[in-house]
């Protein structure tokens, strides 16, 4: 049973381009939701979170948008850069209650010059 | 980087055998977790350590096993090894005993588990 379901699965954008993905949540216990970002050959990094007190979180090039009636978050990426193309996770924790991380199946995106 | 390690980098087994791997914390962290990425797949959460004690488990069965040592190395043990436990291992430390809540894991490169 997936708690977090994530798509695209693939995303191709060209350079300059938004890059949008879209993540689904059934457990509303869920108070933590952070975005990871995977190069091949690496662990994931952690790149951006929120918390469901708040709509919108921007960190430079890249927003979380929450939707907590929905249970819906995505991740936007503006002005999309060839060294953003990786495989993006979002994953969801209820912080309260657990220590469990439960993760998107990933989206791998890239972005032509 | 980090500054969480693991090792071996890639690792191949047969089906029956056992296997240990291995991951050093960053400095100063006391809670580890492990997590089973299937190719193409997310992170699937296994277990966690917390001052050497076992702070919760994800759906896996008793041969999935760890330990963690008081300078917050661990080890994921794993018995009867499986053609399905073919996977990327991954261990991520925490600076406090409760992950996420504003407190960042920090993943390892990982280990390349392949089961023949």
């Known amino acids: 049973q997936q708690q977090v379901k994530q798509s695209p699965q693939s995303l191709i954008v060209q350079k300059g381009g938004i890059s949008i993905i879209n993540c689904a949540y059934e457990n509303t216990a869920f108070d933590y939701f952070p975005w990871y970002q995977q190069f091949p050959g690496k662990g994931p990094a952690l790149l951006i979170a929120i918390r469901p007190d708040v709509s919108e979180k921007k960190e430079g090039r890249f927003t979380i948008s929450f939707n907590k009636s929905a249970k819906q978050f995505s991740l936007h990426i503006m002005d999309s850069q060839p060294g953003d193309s990786a495989t993006y996770f979002c994953?969801?924790?209820?912080?309260?209650?657990?220590?469990?991380?439960?993760f998107g199946t990933g989206t791998s995106l890239t972005v032509i010059p | 980087e980090t500054g969480v390690t693991q090792s071996p980098t890639h690792l191949i087994k047969t089906r029956g055998q056992q296997v240990t791997l291995r991951c050093s914390s960053q400095?100063?962290?006391?809670?580890v977790s492990w997590y089973q990425q299937a190719l193409g797949q997310g992170p699937q959460f296994i277990f966690q350590y917390y001052r050497e004690e076992e702070n919760g488990r994800g759906n896996f069965p008793p041969r999935f096993s760890g330990l963690q040592f008081p300078n917050y190395s661990s080890e994921l043990n794993v018995n009867a090894l499986e053609l399905d436990d073919s996977a990327l291992y991954l261990c991520a430390s925490t600076p406090s005993g409760i992950s996420g809540g504003g407190n960042e894991q920090f993943f390892g490169p990982g280990t390349r588990l392949t089961v023949l």
């Open positions: 994953a969801a924790l209820d912080s309260n209650t657990g220590n469990q991380f439960y």
């Open positions: 400095s100063g962290h006391n809670t």
